[in-house]
């Protein structure tokens, strides 16, 4: 629990501010497919099956995730335990905020949030883990079943959960079709596959995701990148850590590159044209990080004015004009130097995030922990960068 000193720093500092979450996940309970699939589709929807003696999630006759354990480091008594612990729980070990609604509710009001933006766990943070295993009717079936639920949440949450919607990125006339209905259901933004190249599919940066791209400035609907998108960027044990290191410095090591991973993504998208083909796009870089931003874009401007040489390779606008202009980054654990931090990479574009319930996660005091660097602030720049940042970019409602 908030000690009494924190929590009345906490309280001066964010007085005023309707603190909202940019990057929490959800532990999708074990019936969230099966319980509104269709007949047809009961069989083949993620389920856990026994296989080989061991309780597995499964797609089709595919295996999703080689456990059942829930992604969440809080116990059920709301401890957070250290290291590698979590990977051996079952869901009922658990906190039940990484499911429960009403929960993670309780646990939002404890923290001084007030609302959060939600990613997903099983089918991937891109939904691209489905990709290699079943097909494409399959895979809508099951984005569009969660898709479902996640509106569902959102309204039992009284509008304070707001879940980015799963992308059908494998049919560009699906994506725009989803993403519609989605809007239609009142969700917020879009959740997608970074690299759809790995997948035989054209690059983001090709025209053939126009209708994407068109469909989101239509609908209001930013795009969010979260860390580890694609199969290209999850990678939690393999080549970033060299192969003698321990389990628990592999994991160190691959969670701190998974959030450079989206260095590459964002020089991608501010240098491919696709801001100048749609200016009012907005790109959100999740569970990223923001030192690195200044350091990027600085890099980015200086090999562009070097490389840049003909005519139709130029760009409307510099680097650094796109991300004020169209992109914000999240951050959570930052402390050196970050209040003027905050100032290089633009009052306007950076936004806080807790990655509850992940092992990284801020928990307990996850405002509180920020009392000293939100301090050096001024109370509007907090305000932007702690909910009204956010609030904007996905058209949250107002408070009531």
Known sequence: MMNAVVEANRNTLLSGIDVVDVDAHYTEPADLWISRAPARWKDRVPQIREVGGKKVWCIDDGILSDSIQPFCQIKKDGTKTPGLEYMGYLPEDAHPAASDVKSRLKVLDAEGIWAQIVYPNLLGFGGAKQAQIVDEELRLVSVQIFNDAMAEMQEASGNRIFPMALMPWWDINAVVNEIKRCHGMGLK????????????????????????????????????????????????????????????????????????????????????????????????????????????????????????????????????????????????????????????????????????????????????????????????????????????????????
């Open 189 to 400: 933004g879009i959740n997608t596959n970074s690299d759809p190249q790995n997948h035989g599919l054209p690059d983001l940066a090709e025209a053939h995701w126009n209708p994407m791209w068109a469909a989101a400035v239509e609908y209001g609907m930013p795009i969010n990148f979260h860390i580890g998108a694609s199969d290209q960027t999850m990678d939690w044990w393999g080549d970033q850590p060299w192969p003698s290191q321990s389990e628990e410095r592999r994991v160190a090591i691959s969670a701190s590159m998974l959030s450079m991973c989206n260095i590459r993504i964002l020089a991608n998208i501010i240098t491919s044209g696709i801001l100048d083909r749609f200016p009012a796009l907005k790109f959100v870089s999740v569970e990223s990080g923001i030192g690195w931003v200044p350091f990027m874009l600085e890099s980015l401007e200086y090999q562009y004015k070097q490389y840049f040489t003909k005519k139709e390779n130029f760009l409307r606008l510099s680097p650094w004009e796109y991300f004020e202009r169209n992109i914000y980054s999240t951050f959570w654990f930052e402390r050196a130097g970050f209040a003027e931090m905050v100032k290089r990479v633009g009052v306007n574009n950076v936004m806080f995030e807790t990655d509850f319930p992940h092992p990284s996660c801020l928990y307990p005091e996850a405002t509180g922990f920020l009392s000293a660097e939100l301090a050096k602030l001024d109370m509007e720049t907090r305000g932007k960068i702690m909910g009204g940042n956010a609030a904007k970019v996905y058209g949250l409602p107002a408070r009531r």
